[in-house]
């Protein structure tokens, strides 16, 4: 077993077994802490990673949304979960050729991404945590592919009511099992009455980060675009997954050594913004939102521009847009909040 695998089971060996959420917390921190996990060598690919046209659309959103607003003197531009530093690359240098210069902070706690960062963005400020980003300028906030990895809790109906749902040892290896405290209160009123097993999901959080990106943004206004794959609407059942070597892997085998993730919850999402005192924009198929962004003009240039690279540029539009590519279960969530406009690519809802 791997150092972190050890610790997870010499943990449950003395104190029992530990909550789902703790489990993936400790994993994933020490999987991106102890390594840069992005690209063909690594274990999964990002948008922002398989064409420089996703950041663009992004840049350009921003610029726009900043053009909307009045060009403000002073903008953060804060991404949490940068990864590689690619997204804000490409979407900082579309955002300078409108004008557009925002400070940079980025939230990351791995300090091997973080030294990538620093080599695609340079002059960025990092954090912790949202905390300690300034809280006296407009925000517009990117976070791609950065929900899925925070820790989901879940319950499991075992016998006549729910359980936290936690990682034991079963004969020296991870498996969840049913814990000792009731949890019927956590059962939402429509699920209450699952079958035997079943289990809910939810991302608590993801929605303490999301109520804070809405109280910022009410307070400070801008707007804040989040994208990751996931479902509109709640759905019973547990989603998490490990993602090792670009496949899908039991997220029990090798803690620390695979990506988890869950999908996450987009509904849940918007309502913590929502409450925090953010304006929902909307929320997007990929594909619909990076072709209201004009995507497909951007291909048609860079098409133009190096024959030689067309086919390239043909595939990345692809599998960026297309429904059974990214292009549905990848959804864009659209946020604004102060006295900041609505943003192109989401008819804002009511
Ligand atoms: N947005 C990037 C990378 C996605 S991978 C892209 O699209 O390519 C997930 C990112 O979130 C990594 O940068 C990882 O280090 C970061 N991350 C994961 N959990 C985190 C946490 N709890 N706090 C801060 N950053 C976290």
């Not at 939230?107 to 945590?129: C, F």
């Not at 000792?180 to 999901?201: F, H, K, L």
């Not at 521009?305 to 659209?334: I, N, Q, W």
Request: glycine residues 12%; aromatic residues 6%; contains cysteine.
């Amino acid at each position: 077993m791997s150092g972190i695998a050890d610790r997870l089971a010499r943990g449950i060996a003395h104190g029992g077994p530990i909550p789902v959420a703790q489990y993936m917390a400790e994993a994933n921190a020490h999987y991106y802490a102890t390594r840069d996990p992005l690209g063909a060598a690594g274990d999964f690919t990002t948008a922002p990673e398989i064409h420089q046209m996703f950041g663009e659309m992004i840049g350009i959103w921003c610029a726009d949304l900043w053009q909307r607003a009045g060009r403000p003197a002073r903008v953060l531009y804060v991404e949490p979960g940068p990864g590689r530093g690619t997204l804000a690359r490409d979407a900082l240098r579309v955002m300078a050729r409108f004008g557009f210069a925002p400070e940079v902070h980025l939230i990351e706690t791995s300090p091997t991404l973080r030294a990538r960062q620093a080599e695609l963005v340079p002059g960025a400020v990092w954090h912790d945590g949202i905390e300690t980003v300034p809280e006296d300028a407009p925000l517009l906030l990117v976070a791609n592919e950065f929900l899925d990895a925070l820790p989901v809790r879940q319950i499991v109906r075992a016998g006549a009511g729910w359980r936290e749902r936690m990682v034991g040892m079963i004969d020296g290896a991870f498996a969840p099992i049913a814990g000792d405290r009731p949890m019927d209160a956590a059962a939402p009123p429509a699920w209450r009455d699952a079958a035997e097993g079943a289990v809910i999901e939810t991302s608590p959080a993801g929605a303490a980060f999301m109520g804070e990106i809405g109280r910022r943004l009410a307070a400070q206004g801008g707007g804040a675009l989040v994208i990751d794959y996931g479902h509109a609407a709640p759905v019973l059942g547990s989603t998490l997954q490990a993602v090792r070597d670009h496949a899908r892997a039991d997220p029990f085998a090798a803690p620390g050594e695979a990506d988890l993730t869950a999908l996450v919850d987009f509904a849940a999402m918007r309502d913590a913004a929502v409450a925090g005192g953010a304006r929902a924009l909307g929320v997007a198929g990929q594909g619909a939102w990076l072709g209201a962004m004009g995507i497909a003009a951007r291909a048609q240039t860079l098409m133009q521009a190096g024959p030689e690279r067309a086919r390239d540029v043909a595939v990345a539009l692809h599998r960026l847009t297309a429904a059974e590519a990214m292009g549905e279960l990848f959804k864009v969530l659209g946020l604004a909040g102060g006295e900041w406009p609505a943003g192109a690519g989401f008819p804002e809802e009511k």
